[in-house]
């Protein structure tokens, strides 16, 4: 049985919005996810041509690809393991991994890169131990760099879960995602 191949370790209040609507009665979190995932497999069965919808499918309903989940995508859609790998790795939006409970996008624009950014993302590395692409162990925390958020007049920006924050430096960065930390947004 599928839910007993992959075994996913997270707290039910971090489940997507998705997976909560389909979740049913007592069913595990492994039981939803080996149930809905078969339906979005079911539906594209051998039809390689389908990976990216599929892949955003499962992203949309777990949060994550893991590799587990990957190698019985591509068994389904009958592609590469590779071929699966690679789409991920190449498309920002898909990630392997859980992202935070705060998911920070620091800008790293020219505006932002010439107003300090790389000196916030060093401050967010050292502070919370991760680096861009990774999440903190406790979940929390989850750091992208990305190329722009649209808003140069405040560079250096992040957001924190979609809400913009300008006119950073290191100090107002870490205050921001402390008072998050400490008492939520």
Sequence with gaps: MYSNEIIFDFDVENLTPVLKKKRQGNESINEAIARELDVILTKYKGQGDS????????????????????????????????EVTSVISFYAHFTEKPKGKYQIALCKGTACYVKGSADIIKRIEKEYGIKPGES???????????????????????????EAHGLLNPEKAINILEKCKNRGM
Excluded at 58 to 63: A, C, D, K, S, W
Excluded at 137 to 145: A, I, R, Y
Aim: aromatic content about 4%.
């Design 51 to 82: 990976l990216l919808e599929v892949l955003h499918q499962v992203q949309q309903l777990i949060g994550f690809i893991p590799r587990p989940v990957q190698m019985k995508i591509a068994r389904e859609l009958d592609v590469a393991p590779g």
């Design 136 to 162: 903190t162990d406790d979940g929390l925390f989850s750091l992208e760099v990305v190329r722009c958020l649209g808003c140069c007049g405040l560079s250096p920006a992040m957001t924190v879960n979609g």
